[in-house]
């Protein structure tokens, strides 16, 4: 079952009258284009030439905002690649590359993919439930692209692996006990 959302929000972070810097929704005008530097501030449209553009959406249930530069146009463009790749990962088709980085899913893909090929099937079985739960508990949602072009996927899950907060290992049973 996919809990994954497909809906992402484009807000602007300002600073208020009182010096905190908060995230406002954008203001699009009658045909749903972004207005630059225009915000909705408690309902009202207020123009705020500072502060940068975020995705907000979710991922596992946690709120993710990601920066989307200073510029409405590419923001919007961000947008709306991130919603193509939302939909695309909630349909259950591997999302390859985004810019230079790689979905930690499509790197999973492609070294199972490579095991599949090279190892027996009790082997295979074994990685591809390892590294479901690895990417359970995995915080990151993007691997280097060059690395993989690189032929180093392998290198780069057992990087990320150790550098996992919470680690989640299948050992094999001991032989000696």
């Known amino acids: 079952m996919n809990t994954e959302s497909k809906a992402v929000n484009l807000l602007k972070r300002i600073k208020t009258t009182d010096g905190s ?22 309902g009202q449209v207020e123009r705020h030439a500072e502060g940068a553009y975020y995705l907000e ?24 690649t991130k919603e193509a790749e939302l939909a695309a990962v909630h349909a259950g088709v591997p999302v390859v590359q985004v810019g230079d980085r790689v979905t930690l899913t499509a ?26 739960y690895f990417q359970e508990s995995c915080q990151k949602q993007y691997v280097r692209a060059r690395d993989l072009r690189e ?4 290198q780069v899950l057992r990087c990320l692996h150790r550098r ?10 001991d032989r000696h006990a």
């Open 57 to 80: 959406f979710r991922h596992k249930g946690k709120r993710i905002r990601q920066n989307a530069g200073k510029d409405a146009e590419e923001a919007q463009r961000q947008k709306e």
């Open 21 to 42: 810097w908060l995230f406002f929704p954008v203001a699009r005008t009658a045909k749903g284009y972004i207005r630059p530097d225009l915000v909705l501030v408690n």
């Open 164 to 173: 996992r907060t919470t680690v989640v290992r299948i050992l094999p049973h």
């Open 151 to 154: 032929g180093r996927p392998r």
């Open 107 to 132: 790197a999973i893909a492609a070294y199972l993919e490579e095991i599949k090929l090279t190892k027996k099937a009790k082997t295979y079985a074994a990685y591809s439930t390892s590294l479901e």
